[in-house]
């Protein structure tokens, strides 16, 4: 085993001059992600600058049997990303690896490293006409790295597809050091395995995703954002299903926000107003864009006309401006940030034929107040991609241990009933660390035998991101 003197000088000098953190102090930002988790301390954190020696310090580890977990954004929320306590790791960042290689507007293609902010690469896409669709709130810090390896979904799932849809090629860095070059810019390509889909949501356990060719669309030229009042979710259903045949495909976003959010959106935010007159007890943020010259607003007239005669809406408002419309979405941020600043809470992401979503909301909800009366859901997401963040705020006041103790609780019987209704514990957020054990006991075994036959013959070591989504081998 190699002494920590001699991987400070081995990697320091492969990394040249602020390539290699190894003071507490200044490695405190890599133990923390969004949500507040902390991490242990890393052994060090490597800054690489080029896919060469990303290359250089995963061979490193590789011949030295020291295990190492990539980092992008910090913006995880399954504690994937968060340095190990029983086995110090490595964190390899990509923060100093966020360029913009190039922007093919007539391929409809952009090439990147895998450090680059995702803001950056929606911000060069629109300056070359065109639009990179992924739309998330950690836009401004999440890496586009990041948002391949958890296969990021976001606003815009419902019109353009998750980040599987969205990658034409990849680089990544294997376990061993070698370097897989798949940056290919082609729309169509059926030569063999598609090996780019291995790692894409295999949040770090099969490689290091250095770059990235992405898929890029006509940048919209017209949008309107709307927020519909409904009276309970089944209308918010039956009006999805209205919205998605009147609206010519144009749909981009459809957001579920209950009411007990949109107070905690007010509560996070004060400037913020209640958008309507009357307090409903759901409402919808919806958007629809087009690249071309469509009567949007024609269009989403007619759909409240047509849900106020069937009784799905009772009031709505379309927003004049954009400044209305970037009101209209600051709900949604604002709200998570109102659930962040209640502290710790059972935060999941879970995904229902969209059919199904009334039967579970009304199920779940029954059975967690029956639980824990006192404990409050807030059940928001894209409904229009079946997928629910329901969540779960318990009671104020609780001891550490017993908020643990009762999230927990509530979180088993909640995947269970996921489970009855076939859906899934992880629409987005993916397995990380805190999902792995409900994740594993519903896992069937060939499906189990597969995935651990695909990172023994990547990673036969188990040193890339260790015990995130499997676990580790018994020793
Ligand atoms: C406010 C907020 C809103 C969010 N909204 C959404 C949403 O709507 N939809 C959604 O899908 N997600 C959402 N997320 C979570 C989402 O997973 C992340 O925002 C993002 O995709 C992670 O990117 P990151 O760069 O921050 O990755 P990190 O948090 O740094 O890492 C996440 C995982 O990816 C791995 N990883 C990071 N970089 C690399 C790399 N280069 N190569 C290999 N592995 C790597 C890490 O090891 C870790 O397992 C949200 C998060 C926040 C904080």
Redesign the pocket.
């Known amino acids: 085993m190699i002494t920590r003197e001699a991987l400070f000088d081995d990697l320091s000098a492969l990394l040249g001059k602020g390539g290699l953190l190894t003071e507490s102090g200044d490695m405190e930002r890599y133990r923390v992600?969004?949500?507040g988790y902390r991490g242990a301390e890393p052994l060090a954190v490597a800054r690489p600058t080029t896919t060469r020696q990303v290359a250089e310090v995963v061979s490193y580890c590789h011949r030295h049997d020291i295990p190492l977990?990539?980092?992008?954004?910090?913006?995880?929320?399954?504690?994937?990303?968060l340095p190990d306590a029983d086995y110090p790791e490595l964190v390899?960042s990509?923060e100093r690896m966020a360029s913009v290689r190039q922007v093919d507007p007539i391929n409809f293609s952009m090439s990147v490293d895998?450090?680059c902010?995702?803001q950056s690469i929606k911000d060069a896409a629109e300056a070359a006409d065109c639009d990179f669709p992924l739309?998330?709130?950690?836009?401004g810090?999440?890496?586009?790295?990041?948002?391949?390896?958890?296969?990021?979904?976001?606003?815009n799932?419902l019109r353009y597809g998750?980040?599987r849809q969205l990658v034409l090629g990849l680089e990544?860095v294997l376990p061993d050091g070698r370097i897989y070059n798949g940056m290919k810019a082609l729309h169509k390509n059926n030569a063999g395995y598609d090996l780019k889909q291995l790692?894409i949501g295999?949040?770090?356990?099969l490689?290091?995703?250095?770059g990235a060719v992405l898929k890029l669309f006509p940048r919209p030229q017209v949008s309107r954002t709307a927020l519909l009042a409904c009276p309970d979710i089944d209308a918010v259903l039956g009006l999805y299903a209205l919205a998605r045949r009147s609206c010519c495909d144009l749909l981009t976003a459809f957001e579920l926000v209950p009411r007990a959010c949109l107070e905690l959106a007010m509560e996070a935010s004060p400037d913020l107003r209640d958008p309507l007159e009357a307090p409903s007890p759901v409402y919808v943020l919806m958007e629809a864009a087009a690249s071309g010259p469509v009567d949007l607003e024609a269009m989403i007239e007619d759909l409240f006309e047509r849900g106020f005669e069937a009784g799905m809406l009772t009031d709505g408002v379309l927003a004049s401006s954009d400044t209305q419309a970037r009101n209209l979405w600051h709900i949604r941020?604002a709200m998570?940030?109102g659930q962040?600043n209640r502290g710790e809470h059972l935060r999941t992401?879970v995904s229902l034929p969209i059919s199904s979503l009334t039967a579970f909301h009304q199920r779940a909800s029954d059975e967690i107040q029956a639980l824990c009366p006192q404990a409050t859901i807030i059940a928001y997401g894209?409904i229009g991609d079946g997928n629910l963040h329901f969540n779960i705020l318990p009671p104020p006041g609780l001891e550490a241990e017993a908020r643990a103790a009762l999230l927990h609780e509530l979180e088993e019987r909640l995947f269970e009933i996921v489970d009855d209704f076939d859906g899934s514990i992880s629409?987005?957020?993916?397995i990380?660390r805190f999902k792995q054990t409900a994740f594993l006991e519903t896992l069937p075994e060939p499906e189990y035998e597969i995935m651990r036959g695909l990172k023994r013959l990547l990673d036969p070591r188990y040193l890339m991101?260790p015990g995130?989504i499997l676990p580790r081998p018994i020793e």
Not at 141 to 155: D, H, R
Not at 202 to 205: I, K, L
Not at 207 to 210: E, F, K, L, Q, S
């Open positions: 992600d969004w949500p977990v990539p980092q992008g954004g910090h913006s995880g929320l399954v504690g994937g990303a390899v990509l895998g450090g902010v995702l739309s998330l709130g950690a836009q810090s999440c890496q586009i790295g990041g948002n391949v390896s958890t296969n990021a979904g976001g606003l799932v998750m980040m990544v790692f295999a949040e770090g356990t490689g290091i995703v250095t941020e998570l940030e962040r992401d894209h629409a987005e957020h993916g990380g991101s995130r």
